[in-house]
């Protein structure tokens, strides 16, 4: 019986000692407790959670580029007879370039809209003189000649893009 009492008053001693030297451990702030600054983090951390929550939605739900609206009225101001001839001329164009020059993807053609004139004029001199081979644009521009490649240019990079 004895023993067993002894025993039990060790356990209890050892794990009284254990303990404590956890205790220590643990560092002991003095600060006292602030509701103010409790307030504060927790405020801060609502804040967090908002930007959190915005960028996993932002990321759930990309937005959706918005098309091109097509304005109404004349897209090229026509006051020179030059423009005047590159406009008409550009209806041939229309097909696959499109109306503003945007381009179009199921006819692989490329944006030209707004493009500078003097690379324009460039390519389709080197198009017509086969240096740049496309079979598809040349049945359109093979009848035509550096002044219409010129107007052409010309009105194409007045296109808005
Ligand atoms: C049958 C469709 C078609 C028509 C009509 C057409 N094009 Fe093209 N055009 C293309 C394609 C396709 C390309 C791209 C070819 C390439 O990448 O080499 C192109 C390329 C061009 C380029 C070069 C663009 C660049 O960034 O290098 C110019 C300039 C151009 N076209 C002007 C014209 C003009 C001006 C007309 C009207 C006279 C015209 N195109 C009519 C299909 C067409």
Redesign the pocket.
Same mark, same amino acid.
């Given at each position: 019986m004895t023993r067993l009492v002894t025993f039990c008053v060790v356990l209890v001693a050892l794990i009284i000692a254990i303990n404590f030297s956890n205790y220590k451990k643990f560092p002991v702030s003095n600060e006292q407790f602030s509701f103010e600054k409790q307030e504060k983090i927790y405020k801060a951390h609502i804040v967090e959670m908002k930007e959190l929550e915005e960028m996993r939605l932002a990321a759930l739900h990309p937005v959706k580029v918005e098309e091109v609206v097509v304005p109404a009225g004349p897209l090229v101001v026509l006051d020179t007879p030059q423009l005047v001839h590159g406009s008409k001329? #550009?209806k041939?164009?229309?097909?696959?370039?499109g109306k503003r020059g945007q381009g179009?993807k199921s006819?692989?053609? *490329?944006? %030209?809209g707004g493009?500078m004139a003097w #690379?324009?004029t460039k390519?389709?001199s080197a198009?017509k003189s086969g240096v740049?081979?496309?079979k598809?644009?040349l *049945?359109? %521009?093979k009848k035509?000649g550096t002044k219409?490649?010129q107007d052409?240019?010309a009105y194409?990079s007045k296109l808005p893009w």
């Open positions: 001329l #550009y041939a164009c229309v097909v696959c370039h179009k006819q692989k053609a *490329p944006r %030209i493009q #690379y324009l390519q389709l198009m740049r081979v496309n598809a644009m *049945p359109y %521009i035509l219409d490649f052409l240019s194409i």
